[in-house]
């Protein structure tokens, strides 16, 4: 409606016109595991990650599917 347009409308404004100070918590050359485990201590305050063997497994093949930029990289 009528209201969500305004929004739209304020939030575009805001983002032209205001400095944005954003900046990657993580070297995107890093391994999805160590991204994970940064993202799981500077987000959510975890103590790290551990991984499952199934979540081992799947974050494997992604790697080999392309899915990731760790194939890529090393």
């Not at 032209?16 to 990657?24: A, H, L, N, Q, T």
């Not at 050359?29 to 500077?42: C, F, G, N, P, V």
């Amino acid at each position: 409606g009528e209201g969500g347009k305004d929004l739209a409308d304020k939030v575009c404004q805001t983002i032209e016109s205001k400095k944005s100070d954003f900046k990657p918590i993580y070297d995107e050359k890093l391994s999805i595991k160590e991204k994970l485990d940064i993202i799981a201590k500077e987000i959510y305050r975890a103590d790290g990650v551990n991984f499952t063997a199934k979540a081992e497994k799947d974050l494997k093949e992604i790697i080999s599917l392309g899915r990731s930029e760790e194939r890529r990289v090393g």
